[in-house]
């Protein structure tokens, strides 16, 4: 009694290692062979075999198979219903077999030709997700005796690890495959489309410093594609299987935004039910984007200089220093540097981010990828309006080429898009798109007004003819203006604007 609780409890050790394979060992092919082999080893078995089923072609295979012969072996196939193996395949029922010389099931055409003999066998189906895949088998034991009703106890647990190690490696798989579609869907999103001079010199300047831990600024106009570049330069280099990380740095108060990029532990505020991993901590070992930095207040700036000086932070509401490996990349809209002479942004947080300095151009100093960017545009929103043959109109190419684009890329692709949905759905034509030029008028300065009448009769106007553009849309308004939306709303009541 004493010997065999020992035998079992020995053998449970065994199958809490295995178990462990099942997590640990990303090869299956190996993992199988593993499990396989240590069945064998436990169960005492002269071979055994794990066949998976073809479910296209209705035949087992062997996927592995142990004993002298085993290498033999692994050359047949079973069809399903055929012997043991493909009787347990069809049915889903384990067979225990202790003399295969009487069982009408018996297919000896295996054992015959590689000259194997076989005396009993034991056959456990493996199952996934309700589904028969395939058997695990056991074949004789080594020392003569026939197989044991309590040996198919421990036959169906290895039956079942298998399974287990299979159906966690098509999950895996499927995970792969589903990664790499979203890549590959993302990267044509984010793709820089062009080919002017401009242009070229901007990627040039991107590949060179992709390779390296250099901070990197950009600048550049609400529009221009500064993200997509910050996600170049990140893909180009050794950092690209690792996360890149985007923040805009204008979406957030400075209490949420500290937050953010740092984390914060449980109960370190009001709605802090647990504790939250921040940007920085999400891109170790990759990059982190900052979009729009020349909004951060003076006291995250100083925060943030911090971090980058120091190389270590800590979670608001914590005091357990953190240090990461991180890629720091940023991006504004404003006059960075006439920002830094006149006191709003940090001097030495400003040549910290800005040891390289790439500039995006706008759209209107490179006009020459218009044409690729709007057909790019179109064949995106063509696929998801399912309009196959739908095409740009001479004159309406010529009245995009003829436009300055305040609002730049962006600006070109929300004109494609309305221009897709609202037209004739065969050719896009100039009244599909939401853009005008402004004709040249004769000066309307008025002698005789006093420098701060002007300048108001000025902002009025300037206003007036924004809003116009934007067919009364503030929020757009105010970024072709760059000045903040409450600041136009304001404006707009001083003046008498009516709505427009």
């Keep these: 009694m004493k010997r065999t609780l020992t035998r079992e409890s ?3 050790e065994r199958l809490r290692e295995i178990s462990t394979w099942v997590s640990s060992v990303l090869d299956l092919d190996q993992l199988l062979e593993l499990i396989i082999e240590k069945a064998t080893r436990m169960m005492q078995a002269k071979a055994s075999s794990l066949l998976l089923l073809d479910k296209k ?3 087992l295979y062997f996927k592995v198979a142990t004993g002298e012969k085993g290498s033999e072996v692994r050359k047949y196939e079973i069809s399903l219903g055929q012997g043991i193996a493909g009787y347990v395949a069809q049915k889903g029922e384990p067979l225990l077999i202790p003399d295969v010389r009487t069982d ?32 695990v088998e056991i074949i004789d034991k080594e020392d003569g005796s026939p197989i044991q009703p309590e040996d198919m106890k421990l036959l169906t647990v290895f039956a079942e690890l298998a399974s287990l190690a299979i159906t966690n490696a098509q999950k895996i798989d499927q995970v792969r495959r589903e990664n790499r ?3 590959e869907e993302l990267e044509q999103q984010h793709q820089i489309v062009g080919e002017s001079e401009a242009l070229a010199k901007v990627i040039s300047d991107a590949f060179k410093v992709a390779n390296s831990k250099t901070s990197t600024m950009i600048l550049g106009e609400s529009g221009t594609g500064k993200e997509l570049l910050a996600r170049l330069i990140h893909r180009a280099g050794p950092r690209k299987d690792k996360p890149l990380i985007v923040i805009n740095c204008a979406a957030l108060p400075d209490t949420l935004l500290e937050a953010e990029l740092f984390g914060h532990e449980k109960g370190a505020f009001t709605g802090a039910v647990s504790r939250k991993i921040g940007k920085f901590e999400l891109a170790d070992g990759g990059t982190i984007f900052l979009d729009e930095i020349g909004e951060m207040s003076p006291g995250m700036q100083a925060k943030l200089l911090r971090v980058l ?5 800590y979670r608001v509401g914590g005091n357990t220093p953190i240090s990461v490996d991180v890629r720091v990349i940023s991006a504004t809209n404003r006059d960075i540097a006439k920002e830094v002479e006149e006191g709003r942004f940090r001097e030495d947080l400003y040549y910290r981010l800005n040891v390289v300095q790439i500039r995006m151009p706008p759209l209107r100093e490179r006009k020459e990828d218009i044409p690729l960017l709007a057909n790019h545009f179109l064949e995106i929103f063509k696929q998801e309006k399912g309009l196959q043959d739908l095409k740009i109109s001479k004159k309406a190419m010529e009245k995009m080429m003829n436009y300055q684009w305040p609002g730049n890329i962006r600006e070109l692709r929300n004109a494609m898009e309305r221009a897709v949905v609202m037209g004739n759905g065969k050719e896009i034509l100039p009244e599909d798109l939401p853009i005008f030029s402004p004709k040249k008028e004769p000066s309307s300065i008025t002698v005789g007004l006093t420098l701060k009448e002007a300048i108001n009769r000025f902002k009025k106007d300037f206003i007036i003819e924004t809003l116009r553009h934007t067919r009364g849309n503030r929020t757009k308004a105010a970024k072709i203006m760059d000045i903040q939306r409450t600041y136009l709303s304001r404006m707009i009541s001083k003046y008498n604007i009516d709505q427009i």
Excluded at 112 to 133: K, L, Q, W
Excluded at 309 to 313: K, L, P, S
């Design 10 to 12: 020995s053998q449970l």
């Design 309 to 313: 000086q120091e190389g270590v932070f």
């Design 181 to 183: 579609n979203l890549k």
């Design 104 to 135: 009408p099931r018996w297919y000896k055409k295996i054992s015959e030709s590689t000259g194997f003999e076989t005396r009993s066998i034991a056959c456990v189906p493996m199952m996934s997700n309700g589904d028969i895949i395939g058997v």
């Design 57 to 59: 072609t209705r035949k």
